[in-house]
């Protein structure tokens, strides 16, 4: 098999096999590559694998063997919603998510054309959220199931002058996306004096494209220091997708007669999302000698552009609904630590400080962000043309409370824990 | 520095002498639900759709804050010795008749009678509310005189409600009494019916101050009324729309338009008179507009209404309540209310919001997707005879005394869920609530009774209230 026939095989397991989980602020995720993600995501200024295609572009032109990478992040995560006692619906009640292991995937391929350009080909997942809660759970006339599915095909290309010292890249990023919502309805029961679940509304969307870009730039100011930028720019998927309706009978025939009678036909829907911009700066230095490679980031995200959640119904209009979102730019801040400790192997040390972009009125069932604090510990192992990044890494999330403001009146209190164990092979030609 | 460090010194100090001369409201005795015991009426009973009865009774607004508080509710066969919350359990289908429920076509209700289950409980329940009492009755009557009404076997002459509740040396007493003060003249449709302000606010102020003498340590806590209690679901805006005999809506044909000139004859007059715009009329009088009544002789051969066996037979003064008389109940139970502030803050005792909680029941609350309007039958707050909360309603009603109580005390009492009743709610909750009536019972009932009437608050409320 060619590399190249090879490259394909991979991207199409990739884009067959990806599922998303919200593992960095909102609903992105930061986790790319092993290296990297050991280092605490500060990578922009080293940029030295081919995951470099995510983090900063400028710096695939280093790399002057042709090399193909891939892997995963897996990430399971524990959770638990606890109802404010002051609140009349959620007082007294639990609740957690369904446990799922998700692995957004990543591969890239990297071609060094001459002695200053680099060709790439990335496919990552840079966002993605899934809120799958266990059923029963009290939540679910608010939200049961949000999946947010987005895979990126990324074609790069980078130039370093000569001496090395000053890269800049170029990439073109095709981002598809998939989104699903999930809630049951609600309705007094007059024959039992009960509140019961009438139907489901299951919302999903068709995958839908659009294109955007990224420009990085990469400065090594002496053999000891380097710093390195990249901007990912913002996107807008519009969606187009289908609203199905089904009725959940409650074996009282004419309650069940008015139910059916009001439940809305399956029809097509409409929405869209606003993907924020990502601006990473990084600073890095072996400096501290031996062989320490210390990375300091900073990333700002414009997650202001997710000021709201709007969903049109095509036939039912008057279901057609607005989630005010009202979020907030974020900043998240990492630092990193790379050791050559042997000619074979290193070990990396990173931590992360992440904001999330959530006002508390929106904290919910369908996506209870917070900030999030994470420690990352990685090693590299290279093997003559191979190499394997795994990287084990922490994500404690603040406990994060509605303050019995929730525009969904569900208050309540979540706490999430994340465990990730990021896994790739790379293999220089 | 030492300037500096001395000015944060004193600005300190300054703040934390600010923070201790705020007043405080301090609310007598503490939120200690030991001995707890509850003032009330129909509500506090537990009254619903039409009915005292063991299905309704353990989700009365005072049973719904024993079990929050931690209390559990004393099954029939309780001793006296045993420390749990007493309520007067009545077998179903209850007292003073079967329950108003919905059958799918109308209100039907459950034929027969309970009876009551603890008449030999050796001690006072803490639940004393009696159906249909006012601010006076709870002061007066002992559970023996002929007008007793379920008195007879929730007080069982052991003395008043008031009374009974200081004999258990009570820690803490939670009232919501005066409904009634106005309740029987709105279903009547009278405003000269109303308990006089005067005669409201010596009432209240004797209840408190006896209290209060009686249970000088205990907590208290009272409520206001509401005072959107002549809305619906008590009454209806005057229907544009008529219905067929199995409830199905007929739209009115040209030349009607819509609206029908409904006529009534107003108190002190034999000559029937237009109804005045912006009138509403009660509940009760939806079924006799359904035969006809109040539509005018005009109408005679115009159909529908000429199908209608009482065409041209008008409305009576009672069942329409004009915007004059309006006014007159919103009065009446603002005058009630101040009464009530006032009281309350004389004798230090926090003020249950249920006033807010009627305003917000009448424009609809949702809680995480599940809403509830004060809709008949099917709205979820107000039972079957358009008076009286459900279950859902009892314990959002509830959760306004517990928000009362933990912010004057302090205390962390947690709120009821509605979630307890959802009928597939899971672990949280158990594993959900007994059907109340199943569908092949509804259907029996159906053929019992073929009069597709709704239900009759009025009547209901003057049965329970003597």
Same mark, same amino acid.
């Given at each position: ?24 602020? &909102? ?10 993600? =050991? ?15 995510? !983090? ?38 639990? &609740?957690? !998510? *369904? ?34 809660? *266990? ?69 999903? %969307? ?16 002496? @053999? ?81 552009? /997710? ?30 630590? +790379? ?10 040390? &990173? $931590? ?19 900030? #999030? ?23 404690? /999330? ?10 969904? +009146? ?6 999430? +824990? ?12 | 520095?030492?300037?500096? #460090? ?81 309520? @007067? ?34 001690? @006072? ?30 007080? *069982? ?21 005066? &409904? ?76 009607? +338009? ?6 009534? $004859?107003? =108190? ?12 509403? $009329? ?31 037979? @008008? ?13 007159? /109940? ?112 509804? %259907? ?23």
């Amino acid at each position: 098999m060619r590399p190249s026939s090879r490259l394909l095989l991979l991207i199409s397991a990739t884009l067959l096999i990806v599922s998303g989980a919200s593992y960095g602020s &909102g609903f992105s995720i930061f986790e790319q590559g092993a290296k990297a993600t =050991a280092m605490g995501g500060a990578f922009a200024a080293t940029a030295d694998d081919p995951s470099a295609i995510f !983090y900063n572009v400028a710096g695939i032109a280093q790399q002057r063997k042709m090399a193909v990478m891939f892997g995963g992040t897996g990430i399971n995560f524990s959770n638990q919603f606890t109802g404010d006692p002051n609140d009349p619906l959620t007082s007294g009640a639990t &609740g957690e !998510y *369904r446990a799922h292991t998700f692995i957004p995937p990543n591969a890239y391929f990297i071609m060094p054309v001459g002695s200053n350009l680099t060709f790439g080909l990335g496919v990552m997942t840079p966002f993605g959220l899934r809120t799958d809660w *266990r059923e029963p759970w009290v939540g679910r006339f608010v939200s049961r199931d949000a999946n947010v599915k987005v895979v990126s095909v990324e074609p790069a290309v980078a130039w370093q002058t000569s001496d090395g010292r000053l890269a800049l890249g170029f990439g073109a990023e095709y981002r598809r996306s998939h989104i699903s919502l999930n809630r049951n309805n609600a309705a007094f029961n007059p024959f039992t004096g009960r509140i019961i679940d009438t139907a489901n509304a299951y919302l999903t %969307s068709d995958w839908d494209t659009n294109w955007g870009w990224n420009v990085g730039i990469l400065y090594k100011m002496n @053999p000891q220091w380097r710093v390195g930028a990249s901007y990912r720019t913002d996107m807008t998927i519009d969606y187009e997708g289908s609203a199905h309706f089904t009725q959940i009978p409650t074996g009282i025939a004419p309650f069940d007669a008015v139910i059916k009678s009001q439940l809305p036909p399956d029809q097509g829907i409409t929405t869209s999302v606003n993907f924020p911009a990502t601006l990473i700066a990084g600073v890095a230095t072996s400096a501290f000698g031996h062989n320490w490679d210390i990375e300091a980031d900073v990333t700002h995200t414009t997650w202001s552009r /997710f000021k709201s959640l709007d969903v049109n119904f095509n036939t039912t209009t008057a279901l057609s609904f607005t989630r005010p979102q009202n979020w907030e730019d974020t900043y998240s801040y990492r630092l990193g630590a +790379n050791k050559k400790v042997t000619d074979d192997w290193d070990v990396r040390f &990173g $931590v992360v400080y992440d904001e999330n972009p959530q006002p508390t009125q929106g904290v919910g069932p369908l996506l209870p962000d917070s900030d #999030r604090e994470g420690a990352a510990f990685g090693v590299g192992y290279r093997h003559g043309a191979w190499s394997i990044d795994a990287t084990e890494f922490v994500l404690h /999330f603040k406990t994060r409370s509605t303050n019995g403001i929730s525009s969904d +009146n569900f208050n309540g209190t979540y706490k999430t +824990n994340a465990n990730l164990i990021s896994f790739n092979i790379g293999y220089r030609f | 520095m030492t300037r500096i #460090r001395s000015f944060v010194r004193i600005a300190a100090v300054a703040l934390l002498a600010l923070a201790i001369s705020i007043p405080m409201f301090a609310a007598r005795g503490s939120a200690n639900f030991t001995k707890f015991v509850a003032i009330g009426d129909s509500y506090g009973a537990g009254y619903e759709a039409g009915s005292l009865n063991e299905r309704h009774q353990v989700y009365s607004w005072p049973a719904i804050i024993a079990k929050q508080a931690g209390l559990t509710i004393c099954p029939a066969t309780a001793a006296a010795t045993d420390n749990c919350f007493a309520v @007067p359990l009545i077998s179903y289908p209850g007292l003073p008749g079967g329950e108003l429920v919905y059958n799918g076509i109308s209100v039907v209700q459950v034929p027969g009678s309970g009876a009551p289950l603890m008449s030999g409980f050796g001690r @006072p329940f803490n639940n004393l509310s009696v159906p249909g009492y006012t601010v006076g009755a709870v002061l007066t009557i002992k559970g023996t005189e002929p007008i007793a009404g379920l008195g007879l076997p929730i007080l *069982r002459g052991l003395g008043t409600e008031v009374d009974q509740a200081i004999a258990q040396q009570p820690t803490f007493i939670a009232i919501w009494i005066g &409904g009634n003060d106005f309740l029987g003249a709105v279903s009547q449709g009278d405003p000269t019916k109303l308990t006089s302000k005067d005669a409201f606010t010596a009432a209240y102020n004797s209840m408190l101050d006896k209290l209060v003498a009686g249970a000088p340590n205990a907590g208290m806590v009272v409520g206001t009324l509401p005072q959107t209690f002549a809305g619906p679901p008590l009454t209806s805006r005057l229907p544009s729309v008529i219905f067929d005999s199995s409830f199905r809506p007929v739209q009115f044909p040209a030349p009607v +338009n819509g609206t029908v000139p409904f006529f009534y $004859v107003p =108190a002190g007059t034999t000559t029937p008179a237009a109804v005045p715009a912006g009138s509403i $009329v009660l509940l009760s009088a939806l079924s006799r507009i359904q035969q006809g009544f109040g539509i005018p002789p005009t109408l005679k051969t115009t159909p529908p209404f000429s199908l209608l066996p009482h065409t041209g037979e @008008p409305l009576t003064d009672a069942e329409i309540i004009t915007p004059a008389e309006q006014a007159a /109940f919103a009065q009446g139970i603002s005058d009630y209310n101040a009464a009530i502030v006032a009281s309350a803050s004389a004798h230090s005792v926090p003020v249950a919001d249920i006033k807010g909680l009627f305003d917000r029941f009448a424009t609809g609350v949702s809680y995480g997707g599940v809403t509830l309007t004060n809709t008949f039958v099917s709205g979820g707050l107000f039972s079957n005879d358009g008076v009286h909360l459900t279950d859902i309603g009892y314990a959002l009603f509830a959760n306004e005394y517990i928000k009362a109580i933990n912010a004057a005390y302090g205390s962390e009492v947690p709120v009821a869920s509605i979630a307890q009743f959802f009928e597939n709610n899971g672990a949280n909750f158990g594993t959900g609530a007994s059907v109340i009536l199943t569908p092949a019972a509804a %259907s029996a009932m159906t053929s019992i009774f073929q009069e597709t009437v709704p239900a009759e608050p009025a009547k209901k409320l003057r049965a329970a209230h003597h």
